[in-house]
């Protein structure tokens, strides 16, 4: 090996997350036996004694196992289960599958006014955000355009959300009561806006005798935000926002240090089909369609128990397609996107749109890729929930089987570049060379994707952490250690 590969491997141990807490260069992998040892070294590591953890590493050039450690135990993926949710979607969908949303009515135009309900039938379209638009309600804007294109300006009925393609299970099983109010806890439904939360912008003022600017990106009248924060001039800003199970009322607690630079809280609402329907209620209003009912969620009553194709046709919007929508999930770990996908797919092969119909769907796919029933628990689409449970290995195989998938390779974070790893790897080998997903719920964390070396050779590897009670940056000190190694290695 050349010197100058020599001194990279040193400088990658030595780095901001080294393999070993020492000061002197640990020995560097000539051959494929030292880099196996250098690497069992590093998973040995003391400060994980009580944890449970496991490992797997594979060259997907030659089939070879380069290293495993509890490879075929299980554990809690946290957000690697995205991994098995995604690529499901992606080979049972297709990368061009589009979420329709079909906008009908229950009666007809006549001298600018819709007589009847305008009826939004939604199939879980996740796209109407600022990822996607420049505005959250720029979809509902061109719906207004479209209305006044075919002469409508009134409509004489209510503006009603028809979720009935889902099931009304806004949860993941085992999720955590007390995450509700947070953003990656949203409320699943097949109709969403704004993910289903609020993003607000508090801006603290010059000096504490001013008071914050509180703008949300979505002003609404279907939720109410309360102001109880305390303007401080020493100190940090501690606030958070809580909004109590059932209710629309986002109550803003803490302190806010006066001068310090504006920062975002997003907490979520309740009943995204409501919230969906009021907020295109207020929109027709601004563009100039007038309703004269009300915003309904068609739960509310038997007057929309039908079938959509018994409401007539007005129009029909479709989302990004899915290689876009699956970006979007996996480099941000939008659970509410694999939630979604996972209904998505309940909802195509099964008829309704449940997670219990989705998991099916996801459990065949696994079946066809060999990973057995009863080897592992798939128990939603995101990973929040701690019933999951699945062994690196079973992951490396989900991995192997979308390799050649270029177009859903795409959608993983990539090191120091973007995602969640935009910030890890960073100056290392592994950096733009390193894809993968991470994970992360309490005392877990989980890494796995693909590596290429140095010398080109390509490798899936899965690293997965549970019960561990020390910080996540002190396991990412050992997997990305491992995987700059790996990406500086060159036999």
């Keep these: 090996m050349s010197m100058p590969r020599r001194a990279a491997i040193v400088a990658v141990a030595l780095f901001a997350t080294p393999l070993y807490a020492q000061t002197e260069a640990p020995p560097v992998p000539e051959t494929v036996e030292e880099l196996v040892a250098v690497i069992g070294e590093a998973f040995d590591d003391p400060e994980f004694a009580h944890a449970h953890y496991g490992a797997y590493i594979e060259s997907l050039d030659s089939g070879d196992v380069l290293f495993e450690l509890n490879a075929d135990k299980v554990f809690m993926p946290a957000s690697n289960e995205k991994i098995i949710t995604s690529a499901a979607a992606f080979v049972k969908l297709g ?10 009515t229950t009666g007809d135009a006549r001298d600018s006014v ?48 028809y979720d009935d393609l889902f099931d009304d299970e806004p949860y993941g099983y085992g999720w955590p009561f007390d995450g509700f109010s947070y953003w990656y806890s949203t409320e699943i439904g097949p109709l969403q806006i704004n993910e289903n939360y609020v993003d607000i912008k508090i801006t603290p003022p010059e000096d504490a005798t001013g008071e914050p600017t509180i703008e949300p990106n979505m002003p609404s009248e279907y939720f109410t935000i309360v102001d109880n924060s305390i303007v401080v001039d020493t100190g940090r800003t501690t606030l958070s926002a809580f909004r109590p199970h059932g209710a629309n009322v986002i109550y803003l607690e803490g302190t806010v240090l006066a001068g310090s630079p504006p920062f975002m809280r997003s907490p979520t609402i309740t009943n995204p089909t409501l919230f969906f329907a009021t907020v295109l209620t207020e929109t027709f209003e601004e563009e100039g369609v007038r309703t004269l009912g ?22 029909t919007h479709y989302s990004p397609p899915l290689v876009e929508l699956n970006e979007t999930l996996m480099k941000r770990s939008q659970n509410l996107y694999a939630e979604t996908f996972a209904r998505a797919l309940g909802l195509e092969y099964r008829g309704l749109g ?12 696994l079946d066809s890729l060999g990973i057995a029933p009863g080897t592992y628990a798939y128990n939603d689409g995101s990973g929040l929930s701690r019933y999951n449970f699945v062994a690196p290995r079973q992951l490396a195989t989900v991995l192997r089987a979308m390799s050649e998938k270029e177009q859903w390779i795409r959608g993983l974070p990539v090191a120091g570049e973007d995602g969640t790893l935009r910030n890890r790897m960073k100056d290392t080998p592994a950096e733009g060379v390193v894809k993968a997903k991470t994970g992360t719920i309490s005392n877990t964390r989980a890494l796995s ?12 590897f899965s690293f997965i952490f549970n019960a561990h009670l020390v910080s996540s940056r002190d396991v990412d000190r050992i997997t990305d250690g491992v995987l700059a190694l790996i990406a500086a290695f060159e036999e």
Excluded: C, M
Excluded at 131 to 151: C, P
Excluded at 449 to 460: C, D, L, P
């Design 114 to 161: 819709l007589f009847g309900d305008l009826v939004v039938v939604g199939s879980g379209d996740p796209s109407l955000y600022e990822v996607h638009y420049e505005q959250s309600r720029d979809v509902f804007r061109a719906w207004a355009d479209s209305l006044k294109a075919r002469g409508v300006r009134t409509i004489a009925g209510d503006v009603v959300g």
């Design 95 to 104: 990368p061009d599958y589009r979420f329709a949303t079909e906008i009908r």
């Design 294 to 315: 009300e915003p309904r969620d068609g739960d509310d009553s038997d007057r929309w128990k039908f079938p959509p194709q018994a409401f007539d046709s007005l129009f």
């Design 354 to 365: 449940s997670f219990e119909n989705g998991q099916a769907v996801v459990e065949d796919f």
């Design 449 to 460: 994707g693909y590596a290429t070396a140095a010398s080109g050779e390509r490798f899936v």
